[in-house]
C-alpha cells in the first residue's frame, strides 16, 4: 500500500468517525423531543466542541497530505472531498446544538414540548438519512448518493405540512409558534447539507460537479 | 481555432522486426506545449524523433503511415530532412554544448546556412541568449568556452542553439532531468515564454512537470498512445484506468 494510500485512508476515516459523532449529537436531539432532558440537552450543546475539533484537524490532515504527497486525479477528489463533507458535517452539528438550545430553552413549556414530540418522527428521518449518507461515503456508492435526496425532498413535505399545524392550530402564543417554525427550519436545514454531502460524493465517485437542486 | 502543427495518422514504426510505435493517431497543436509520458520504452523518444525524422540516421528503422506538418507529409521522400530539421529543433536530456566558445556555439548553425555577416550574427545570438534568458549570465563572456558553463546554463545555451535556427517546433527529450531544481524551473519558466512563439513537444518522467509545463499530455505504453487530452483532464480525470495508475505511481 502506498504511503499515499493510508495517508487518505487515515483521512477519510477521521470524516466517518465525524460522521458518527454528528449522527450521536442528532439521535439525542431525538430522544430530547420525545423526553425532555436537561442534562441531556447540556450534554449535546457542550459535545459540539468535539465536532469542531474534528473538523480542524482533518482540515489539517488534508493540507498536510496536499503539500506533502501532491496528491492527483481520485486521490485529490478523496482530499477535498474531505475536506467539504467535514465542513458539511459541522454545520449539521452546528443544528444539533441549536435544538438542543431550544429545548433547554422551552423545558417549562409544556404545550411547546408536546409539539415537539409530536415532531420527533421527523426528526428521525433526518437520522436516518444521515446514516445513509455516511454508509454511501464509506462504500464509495454513486447510487445511493443519486437516490438518498429524494428523502430531502420527503422531509421538507413534512416539515411544511408540520408548520401549518402548528399554525393553524393556533399553539401556544405567536412567539412560541414561531420558534417551532424556526426550529423545524434547522431540520430542513440540516438535511440540505446532507444533501450537499450527497453531491460531494457523487463528485468522489465521477469527477463531476452534480447539482440536486437543478433536478426538478 | 487552434492551429494543428503535426496531424499524426496510422504511424507505425519498426526497428527491424521490433514495433516500438503501433498505429498512433494524434493531432499536435500549435504555439502548446505537448507533454509525453510513460514508462521507460514505450516510444516516446522514438516518437518525438520521427516529428524531424532523426530515426532515418538510425540502421534499419522502417516507418509508415502520415505526418503532416502544417498540412504536407514529412515521411514523405521528397522532404529535405536538413531543412525539416532547422524547422523542427530539438534538446537532448543531457546538455551537449560545442567544445568552443559561447558565441560560436549559437552561430554554428546560422554559419552552416550561410549567413557571414558579423551584425546579423551578433544579433542573432543576442536575441537567441536573451529569448533562452541567458543573456544576463554570459553577456560578458561571450567568448568564453561553453564548457565551463553550470549544466543549467549549458541546457538553455542548447535551447539558444535551437532557437538561433528560427524554428517552429522545438523538441524536448527529458530537458531538465539532469539539472538541479532552479536550473529545472528556470527551464520550465522559459518553455512557458517559448511557447508563444513554437510549438513545444516535451518528455518527462516527473509528472509534476508535465502538469506544470504542458496545455496537452499524451499518455504512452507499450508503443502506443492510450490517453490524449488537456493536461488538466489527464491529471484531474483521466478516463483510462491505465493512464491514472501511471501518473499516481501505482503502476505495474
Ligand atoms: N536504435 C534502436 N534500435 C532498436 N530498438 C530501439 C532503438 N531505439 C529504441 N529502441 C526500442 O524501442 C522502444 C522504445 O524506445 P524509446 O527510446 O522510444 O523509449 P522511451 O519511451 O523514450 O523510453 P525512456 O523513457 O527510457 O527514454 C524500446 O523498447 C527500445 O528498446
Ligand atoms: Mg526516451
Redesign the interface.
Known sequence: M?K?DRKLEKLETSVRHMGKQVIEQHKNCERLFEQPDRSLARQVRHNDEIINNYETNINEQAIADIVLL???????RRVIVAIKIASDLERIGDYAKSMAKFVSKNLDNPATMKILKEASFIQHRLVIMLEDIMEAYKTKDVTKAYEIPTQDKELEALLQDFRKIVIKNNVADLEDAFNLSSLYRTIGRSSDHAVNICEHIVYLCK?IQYDFDKED | MEEIKFDVKNLNLFYGDFQALKNLNIEIKANRVTALIGPSGCGKSTFLRTLNRMNDLVDGVKTNGEIRMDGKNILSDKVNTIELRTKVGMVFQKPNPFPMSIYDNIAYGPRCQGIKDKKVLDELVESSLKAAALWDDVKDRLNKNAMGMSGGQQQRLCIARAIAMKPEVILMDEPTSALDPIATQKIEELIDVLKKEYTILIVTHS??QA?RVSDDTAFFLLGEIVEFDTTLNI????KNKKT?EY????FG
Open positions: 502506498l499515499l501532491r496528491p492527483i486525479a481520485t486521490d485529490l469527477g | 509528472m509534476q502538469s491529471f484531474s480525470n483521466p491514472e501518473i499516481t505511481g501505482r
